[in-house]
């Protein structure tokens, strides 16, 4: 598979810049905060977030299955054990990738930011600074996080009353639910992070 393309390197030190004049400087400062704003919040990078999203809640409806087998038929024996272990096994096979990803969007998003105010700083282009600033990629990713967040209160609270009682469902069936609401919200949380700081962006390239 091939190598993801690096992110724009920061600007150099300025014992070491040799740009030959301003507009040589202003073109790669264009080009560096473009790439860095497209790989935080492009229709890619939105879509590779929901992507990954979706491979986590996969990963644990899969334990999922696991703890409402154990605790929930009311009789645990052999083939439930084996049953568990192998939706348990699936499930950890789907989500411990998956977080990693998570980790690694995380890590690179933080990389972004930094580099992005380190250019930011560098100089003022009011011409290329107003399609950075462009609102509508804050807007996107900040409704569909704050949704996300909402669902994940909803599947917290109104979701386990719908399906847990003495003829239905348990504790596996809870724990189930509540660990589904904790991803939605800890992907919610990313989105309006990274919402938040590109509308900060937006109010410093303003001024």
């Not at 950075?132 to 909803?154: K, Y």
Request: charged share 15%; hydrophobic share 50%.
């Amino acid at each position: 598979m091939a190598r993801r393309t690096p992110l724009p390197p920061p600007p150099p030190p300025a014992e070491i810049r040799a740009w030959p004049d301003r507009s040589a400087l202003l073109a790669d400062r264009a080009y560096a905060m473009g790439e860095l704003t497209k790989r935080q919040l492009g229709a890619g990078r939105l879509t590779f977030f929901l992507l990954v999203m979706a491979l986590v809640q996969l990963g644990w409806g899969f334990v999922g299955a696991a703890l409402i087998g154990i605790f929930d038929d009311g009789l645990f024996d052999p083939l439930t054990a084996i049953f568990a272990a192998f939706m348990a096994a699936i499930g950890g096979a789907v989500m411990v990738p998956s977080v990693w990803l998570v980790v690694r969007g995380v890590r690179n998003d933080i990389a972004c930011r930094e580099r992005l105010a380190q250019w930011t700083g560098l100089d003022h282009d009011p011409a290329h600074d107003a399609k950075v600033r462009e609102p509508v990629r804050s807007v996107v990713w900040g409704l569909l996080s704050f949704a996300l967040c909402a669902l994940g209160l909803w599947v917290s609270f109104a979701v386990p009353n719908m399906f847990v009682g003495p003829t239905r469902g348990g504790y596996g069936t809870v724990a189930y639910f509540l660990g589904a609401a904790l991803i939605l919200w800890v992907h919610g949380l990313i989105g309006l992070t990274k919402a938040y700081h590109h509308y900060r962006l937006a109010i410093r390239l303003g001024k």
